[in-house]
């Protein structure tokens, strides 16, 4: 039987980064304000080394995908994050069944030899058609359980689309999930039966329509008496990662866990009483200005890495942090108090 020697696997894996490294990756902001990404045969600009760390990466995924939340690397979190930890190398570009006018990246997670990886499929403008994900159906059964996912032989891939795409669009990304990563590709080929019944094939692909303008989250999902005139002062374009009140959280996947409130009293206040964490891939320097529009007459005071913003609204005081977590987003934690302290 054929195998691949790992001398080989790791010339491949060569062959596909210089594959790369003949194109360079550009990107431009339309008038619109979405972010299309540009192969071209120019000298290329300094960019990241990882493909998920190029920040026109992650804004072109924001743009096509939005805030969404699903169980694919990762379990209940947003799509996005998934996408991109599964970006997590240098990019390549895959041209078998790919259409002249088209042009596909793809990437992987390094730290599990590509077992997660992800392809871009752009038009002849650069925008986004399809994103496919190549994963596990990751979920966490409960509290007490770790991340569990589907065997190598049942992998999945995930094509993303836009609502009004022809799956056929995406048959390119399929062509792409079948040519297996190098050291993946040793296991497949393995001598040994049991190493090749074990490893990795795709045995479904399922198809998303993507909504990149729904809110990613609504005041429903707040406490109940969460201050109405504080509510403004909350981005859309986020991922709500946790909320509560009196002392403990009340969203899903949180609900129960305690608030804690201990620089409140440093301070010399009383502990919040309530509490809301955000996540956004909005860059940090325009989430400033954000509140810098929207939190009137608060106190603010900033430095490259984070902000902090208090004020009052509705006869409540307010505190902002807003921390820049670079590729990760930035992330914002709000704590409200009913009365002002």
Request: with cysteine.
């Given at each position: 039987?054929?195998?691949?020697?790992?001398?080989?696997?790791?010339?491949?894996?060569?062959?596909?980064?210089?594959?790369?490294?003949?194109?360079?990756?550009?990107?431009e902001k339309r008038a619109d304000g979405t972010t299309v990404l540009l192969l071209t045969n120019d000298p290329a600009?300094?960019?990241?080394?990882?493909?998920?760390?190029?920040?026109?990466?992650?804004?072109?995924?924001?743009?096509?995908?939005?805030?969404?939340?699903?169980?694919?690397?990762?379990?209940?979190?947003?799509?996005?994050?998934?996408?991109?930890?599964?970006?997590?190398?240098?990019?390549?570009?895959?041209?078998?069944?790919?259409?002249?006018?088209?042009?596909?990246?793809?990437?992987?997670?390094?730290?599990?030899?590509?077992?997660?990886?992800?392809?871009?499929?752009?038009?002849?403008?650069?925008?986004?058609?399809?994103v496919g994900l190549v994963n596990g159906h990751c979920t966490v059964k409960s509290r007490t359980e770790s991340l569990?996912?589907?065997?190598?032989?049942?992998?999945?891939?995930?094509?993303?689309?836009?609502?009004?795409?022809?799956?056929?669009?995406?048959?390119?990304?399929?062509?792409?999930?079948?040519?297996?990563?190098?050291?993946?590709?040793?296991?497949?080929?393995?001598?040994?039966?049991?190493?090749?019944?074990?490893?990795?094939?795709?045995?479904?692909?399922?198809?998303?329509?993507?909504?990149?303008?729904?809110?990613?989250?609504?005041?429903?999902?707040?406490?109940?008496?969460?201050?109405?005139?504080?509510?403004?002062?909350?981005?859309?374009?986020?991922?709500?990662?946790?909320?509560?009140?009196?002392?403990?959280y009340t969203t899903p996947g949180m609900r129960g866990a305690p608030i804690y409130g201990d620089f409140d009293e440093?301070?010399?206040?009383?502990?919040?009483?309530?509490?809301?964490?955000?996540?956004?891939?909005?860059?940090?320097?325009?989430?400033?200005?954000?509140?810098?529009?929207?939190?009137?007459?608060?106190?603010?005071?900033?430095?490259?890495?984070?902000?902090?913003?208090?004020?009052?609204?509705?006869?409540?005081?307010?505190?902002?942090?807003?921390?820049?977590?670079?590729?990760?987003?930035?992330?914002?934690?709000?704590?409200?108090?009913?009365?002002?302290?």
């Amino acid at each position: 039987m054929f195998t691949i020697a790992r001398p080989f696997a790791m010339l491949l894996a060569l062959t596909l980064s210089l594959d790369a490294a003949a194109l360079s990756l550009r990107s431009e902001k339309r008038a619109d304000g979405t972010t299309v990404l540009l192969l071209t045969n120019d000298p290329a600009p300094a960019r990241p080394p990882q493909l998920n760390e190029d920040p026109a990466i992650r804004a072109a995924l924001i743009d096509f995908i939005g805030y969404a939340t699903g169980s694919y690397t990762n379990d209940g979190s947003l799509i996005v994050t998934q996408v991109l930890d599964a970006l997590d190398s240098e990019f390549s570009t895959f041209e078998e069944g790919v259409p002249a006018e088209r042009k596909m990246l793809t990437a992987m997670d390094d730290g599990n030899h590509g077992d997660e990886r992800a392809a871009l499929l752009l038009d002849d403008k650069g925008q986004l058609i399809a994103v496919g994900l190549v994963n596990g159906h990751c979920t966490v059964k409960s509290r007490t359980e770790s991340l569990s996912c589907n065997p190598g032989p049942e992998t999945v891939l995930t094509i993303f689309q836009a609502k009004g795409a022809k799956k056929s669009d995406a048959d390119p990304i399929i062509v792409w999930s079948k040519q297996l990563p190098p050291l993946i590709a040793y296991w497949a080929e393995s001598e040994d039966p049991e190493t090749r019944a074990r490893a990795q094939k795709i045995a479904t692909v399922e198809y998303i329509i993507t909504d990149p303008k729904k809110d990613s989250w609504n005041a429903s999902q707040l406490p109940s008496d969460f201050p109405k005139a504080m509510l403004p002062l909350l981005p859309k374009n986020a991922h709500l990662a946790g909320a509560g009140v009196d002392g403990v959280y009340t969203t899903p996947g949180m609900r129960g866990a305690p608030i804690y409130g201990d620089f409140d009293e440093l301070a010399g206040r009383p502990r919040h009483d309530f509490e809301v964490m955000l996540k956004t891939y909005t860059e940090f320097s325009d989430v400033v200005e954000f509140y810098k529009q929207r939190a009137k007459g608060a106190e603010l005071s900033a430095n490259d890495e984070k902000a902090l913003i208090e004020g009052v609204a509705g006869g409540g005081t307010y505190k902002i942090e807003i921390k820049d977590n670079e590729e990760e987003g930035t992330a914002i934690t709000f704590s409200a108090w009913r009365k002002e302290v």
